[in-house]
């Protein structure tokens, strides 16, 4: 496969802008240095070295560049950065598996979100009308594994995310709220990571799993 130098070092660039939004300032750093190194050492062996690094940087289960999205001002998530990100984020997993084609790094790096329990959860239903005449049920949607979700109801929550109730019920009132407001935004495709709580678009998690 044969390696355009002068793009891939604009997209590097590229990428190490967004990477600063989303405050990963010494990945950035790194992806500046050697977007300009190779910008002057177009060399094989040069483009393979990085080739080798820019692999590891994509590397990571939740909280990996992977597992990450771009957020407005008030907190909402910027759909048009998003989208540039995840598109420099697969040119950059297309640079790093190089000509095998076979391999799937965001496979690999779908499997590395569940490998150590890791659960998502989103709001899928909830009741409507009023009390004491509401209809229906609050019903989540789980996924425990790549592809493997079970719709539960809210009694059913933790034991499906694997929630302690021995420990701290600050982990799941936080998941929860961040579903509803997720819901209430109308943004049913995306998933709230357990226990952090933090949302990772229904995009990103699809192509990690598919």
Not at 6 to 31: K, W
Not at 112 to 122: D, P, Q, S, V
Request: with cysteine; charged share 20%.
């Amino acid at each position: 496969m044969t390696t355009d130098v002068n793009s891939l070092a604009l997209d590097m660039l590229t990428f190490s802008g967004l990477l600063r939004i989303i405050r990963q300032p010494q990945v950035a750093e790194n992806y500046e240095a050697r977007a300009k190194y190779l910008l002057s050492n177009p060399a094989a062996e040069d483009v393979e070295e990085i080739r080798a690094w820019v692999r590891l940087t994509l590397q990571g289960g939740a909280g990996g560049l992977g597992d990450r999205y771009l957020q407005k001002t008030d907190g909402s998530v910027d759909r048009v950065l998003s989208q540039q990100y995840q598109d420099l984020l697969q040119k950059m997993t297309d640079f790093a598996l190089g000509a095998d084609e076979s391999l799937s790094l965001l496979q690999q790096m779908g499997n590395t979100m569940f490998a150590h329990g890791y659960t998502y959860l989103r709001l899928v239903e909830v009741p409507t009308g009023k009390w004491p005449f509401l209809r229906g049920h609050t019903m989540y949607e789980v996924m425990t594994a790549p592809g493997l979700t079970r719709l539960v109801n809210s009694t059913l929550l933790g034991g499906a995310v694997g929630y302690d109730p021995r420990g701290t019920r600050r982990d799941m009132q936080e998941c929860q709220m961040t579903a509803r407001r997720l819901f209430d935004e109308g943004r049913t495709d995306d998933w709230v990571h357990f226990s952090s709580s933090q949302v990772i678009p229904g995009e990103t998690l699809r192509r990690a799993t598919a």
